[in-house]
């Protein structure tokens, strides 16, 4: 069972103060932690472009960003290159905001990525235009952003780590007593990633919640 979007408002502040600055912002954050949720959550009303990098060489790369983009797009064009897909970004006059979500998928297969998006941010992206850069893979996000010899180091306005959520979130998503024991006992089984908030079943003990996920059969998280 998918839970109701809840907190992170915290998170959608930076999201809100970044569109209205434009530029590049960093989103990165262990896997479930819920980034992507989180993203799609803010863009929707704001109607932004979006697009979850896929594992595969960079012309099905490109070509998967696009199709996920090109009904949005103010011209047709078929982009043969990252270059000619940012330059009808630069065409844009709205949605003024572009999601790359699992981004280290795509430099894994094409390393100069990073050095077209440095040289388009530099001269040529819109003044107003947003763009957000999510990964998991905290080892190559923090290399392709922090490394004082990457391309797009200090480009970013900021880098945003998205953190599991706390026993106070956990307790209002699954409308539990935080007061009562047995909702802390539920919260210490799963922690603060919101994706295993969903396997705690409303009736289910504290005592049957362990015996599903750790040690019945096909377990959770084993």
Same mark, same amino acid.
């Given at each position: 069972?998918?839970?109701?979007?809840?907190? =992170?408002?915290?998170?959608?502040?930076?999201?809100?103060?970044?569109?209205?600055?434009?530029?590049?912002?960093?989103? +990165?954050?262990?896997?479930?932690?819920?980034?992507?949720?989180?993203?799609?959550?803010?863009?929707?009303? =704001? @109607?932004?472009?979006?697009?979850?990098?896929?594992?595969?060489?960079?012309?099905?790369?490109?070509?998967?960003?696009? =199709?996920?983009?090109?009904?949005?797009?103010?011209?047709?064009?078929?982009?043969?290159?990252?270059?000619?897909?940012?330059?009808?970004?630069?065409?844009?006059?709205?949605?003024?905001?572009?999601?790359?979500?699992?981004?280290?998928?795509?430099?894994?297969?094409?390393?100069?990525?990073?050095?077209?998006?440095?040289?388009?941010?530099?001269?040529?992206?819109?003044?107003?235009?947003?763009?957000?850069?999510?990964?998991?893979?905290?080892?190559?996000?923090?290399?392709?952003?922090?490394?004082?010899?990457?391309?797009?180091?200090?480009?970013?306005?900021?880098?945003? @780590?998205?953190?599991?959520?706390?026993?106070?979130? +956990?307790?209002?998503?699954?409308?539990?007593?935080?007061?009562?024991?047995?909702?802390?006992?539920?919260?210490?089984?799963?922690?603060?990633?919101?994706?295993?908030?969903?396997?705690?079943?409303?009736?289910?003990?504290?005592?049957?919640?362990?015996?599903?996920?750790? +040690?019945?059969?096909?377990?959770?998280?084993?």
């Amino acid at each position: 069972m998918e839970l109701v979007f809840s907190n =992170r408002k915290a998170e959608l502040k930076e999201l809100d103060s970044a569109a209205r600055a434009g530029g590049l912002l960093v989103v +990165f954050g262990r896997r479930r932690v819920g980034k992507t949720r989180l993203l799609a959550h803010w863009l929707k009303p =704001r @109607h932004g472009l979006y697009s979850q990098a896929i594992e595969g060489a960079r012309g099905i790369q490109l070509d998967q960003v696009y =199709r996920d983009i090109q009904d949005r797009l103010a011209v047709s064009l078929v982009p043969k290159s990252w270059s000619e897909l940012l330059e009808l970004l630069s065409l844009q006059k709205s949605p003024s905001i572009l999601c790359l979500d699992e981004f280290p998928y795509l430099v894994a297969s094409d390393p100069s990525l990073p050095s077209v998006l440095q040289r388009w941010l530099d001269h040529h992206a819109p003044k107003d235009f947003l763009l957000i850069l999510s990964g998991s893979s905290t080892r190559m996000m923090n290399n392709l952003f922090l490394n004082r010899a990457a391309p797009l180091h200090g480009r970013a306005r900021k880098l945003l @780590h998205v953190q599991p959520m706390n026993y106070g979130a +956990f307790c209002a998503a699954r409308g539990l007593d935080a007061q009562n024991q047995e909702s802390f006992v539920r919260f210490s089984l799963v922690g603060g990633i919101p994706k295993y908030w969903e396997f705690v079943a409303e009736k289910a003990s504290a005592l049957d919640l362990a015996d599903e996920l750790f +040690f019945g059969f096909a377990p959770y998280l084993d």
